[in-house]
Nanobody, 114 residues
Framework: QVQLVESGGGLVQPGGSLRLSCNAS????????MRWYRQAPGKEREFVAF????????SYADFVKGRFTVSRDNAKNTMYLQMNSLKPEDTGFYYC???????WGQGTQVTVSS
């Protein structure tokens, strides 16, 4: 059974940090490039970050460059998103996506507010 399970979301003040996790099972995680997306209330889902299957190459949306870092641990079948210097506009649901199987996780909510 293929599963992608995000965790680590929550409420944080502006300027704070969170680390999201995406735990994968039921497919060959180490062979798949992975992406993070987010969806703010009333807006379309948008790309946040990409990491290739060895974890050597990454790319980011301009609005998170220098603040967010994507990484992965293939031994743990897990991808991470370290989010620093959070802003209110980072609020939304964050989703992981496995490219090789075209599947989404259920999302984890991030709220940045004072």
């Amino acid at each position: 059974q293929v599963q992608l399970v995000e965790s680590g979301g929550g409420l944080v003040q502006p300027g704070g940090s969170l680390r999201l996790s995406c735990n994968a099972s039921g497919f060959a995680f180490s062979t798949s490039g992975m992406r993070w997306y987010r969806q703010a209330p009333g807006k379309e889902r948008e790309f946040v970050a990409f990491i290739d299957n060895p974890g050597a190459r990454t790319s980011y949306a301009d609005f998170v460059k220098g603040r967010f870092t994507v990484s992965r641990d293939n031994a743990k079948n897990t991808m991470y998103l370290q989010m620093n210097s959070l802003k209110p506009e980072d609020t939304g649901f964050y989703y992981c996506y496995a490219i090789i199987i075209g599947r989404w996780g259920q999302g984890t909510q991030v709220t940045v507010s004072s």
